[in-house]
């Protein structure tokens, strides 16, 4: 019994051997290298690239006093229309103390002299009723009552513009009220009822009441990479997709490169703007960023294949050929224009030729005996 039982335990070291060996023998054999096979066709080809920017309207023009004082009301507000000339704000005056005091000392100056201009007139015009003075003296007398009359009116006036910031003869065109110099839409209104403004002066740009803008006249601004620049020209058709705006893409044509190039994050970029074409149904607000798609350079109907099946050898480009019997021939290629995916063949292969390209990697998990005896205990249980 005892040795049954040993030769039942040498039977079983020995399979277990066996079973290794095979196991190990078969880990170790070299597994079978297959390559995705890629044929070689005719296809349009597009180099494009992508600029990020914004759109912005054309004509902005920030809306400024023309006198130092304190919004009084305002009429309008952000996302309304004006029209040229309409008024958006009215200002309340207030006077620089100088001016106020010396507008009123003149305002008491003429106001004497007017007095004695028609004290005067009237002495000499009883004078010429009675043919005691002549006629050019009396003319003389009356030019300086009309001179003294015009002078005290001017100095009322000024007086009201510097108190009231308007003069009773120009109430139409006061200073007090802002008024839109273009039609558009107002974007902004930065101020508040009862904020101090300034006008514009060689020290200071003035406070902006409101902005307005043209939104039917819109651009795209964005900047480009000085290696692709030069590919650009005016009027070259871009493609404008804006982010807020799903599934909604419009054309532009391009209508200025900067001359000048501006370092951005190490790079040097130039500035492009492009007029944009856009319906009426869409609303288009600014300052929505937007990305442009150009097309750089086109090759129409042109033999390629995936860069992928490429191999460079000293910067040399070739492919693995497939021939007749299965195996793959080494071939040198004469490349062109390619858009990141497939690429040119101007020489070296035909249409239908069948290239390799990448190795197929197969995701196989090898099972040990010992994961089977696991399993199968796993089962019974």
Do not use: W
Request: glycine share 6%.
């Amino acid at each position: 019994m005892k040795k049954v039982i040993k030769y039942i335990v040498v039977v079983l070291i020995v399979a277990v051997f066996a079973g290794t060996f095979v196991f190990l023998y078969k880990k170790s054999k070299p597994q079978e290298i297959r390559y995705q096979e890629l044929t070689a066709a005719k296809q349009d080809i597009a180099r494009t690239t992508v600029l990020t920017g914004k759109i912005v309207p054309r004509n902005e023009v920030n809306i400024k006093p023309q006198i130092n004082g304190i919004i009084a009301e305002i009429f309008k507000e952000a996302g309304q229309m004006v029209q040229k000339g309409e008024v958006i704000a009215r200002l309340t005056v207030i006077p620089d103390m100088n001016s106020l005091s010396a507008a009123q000392s003149r305002v008491r100056l003429s106001e004497i002299n007017l007095k004695q201009a028609q004290t005067n007139f009237d002495r000499e015009k009883a004078l010429f009723e009675k043919n005691l003075i002549s006629a050019e003296e009396y003319e003389k007398v009356e030019q300086q009552l009309n001179q003294a009359k015009e002078e005290y009116a001017a100095s009322q006036e000024s007086l009201e513009v510097i108190r009231d910031g308007v003069s009773s003869k120009n109430a139409t065109s006061s200073s007090t009220l802002i008024r839109s110099t273009i039609t558009g839409l107002i974007l902004d209104i930065p101020v508040k009822v009862g904020n101090s403004v300034i006008q514009a002066n060689t020290l200071n740009d003035g406070t902006t009441v409101a902005t307005v803008a043209n939104m039917s006249d819109l651009i795209f601004e964005g900047q480009i990479d000085e290696t692709e620049v030069g590919s650009l020209y005016e009027g070259m058709p871009l493609t404008i997709t804006i982010g807020a705006l799903r599934d909604y893409t419009f054309d532009a044509s391009l209508e200025y490169i900067s001359p000048k190039a501006v370092e951005s994050n190490g790079a040097n970029q130039f500035k492009v703007k492009a007029a944009v074409k856009v319906d009426s149904e869409h609303t288009i607000r600014s300052g929505y960023s937007a990305n442009a798609q150009i097309e750089l350079e086109k090759a129409d109907s042109v033999l390629s294949v995936p860069e992928s099946a490429l191999e460079f050898v000293k910067n040399e480009p070739y492919v693995y050929k497939k021939a007749e019997d299965g195996t793959y021939t080494k071939t040198k290629v004469t490349t062109g224009l390619s858009d990141g995916v497939n690429i040119e063949i101007k020489q070296g292969l035909a249409q239908g030729d069948v290239v390799r390209g990448p190795r197929i990697i197969e995701d196989e998990t090898a099972e040990t005996p010992e994961s089977e005896d696991t399993k199968n205990q796993e089962t019974e249980e």
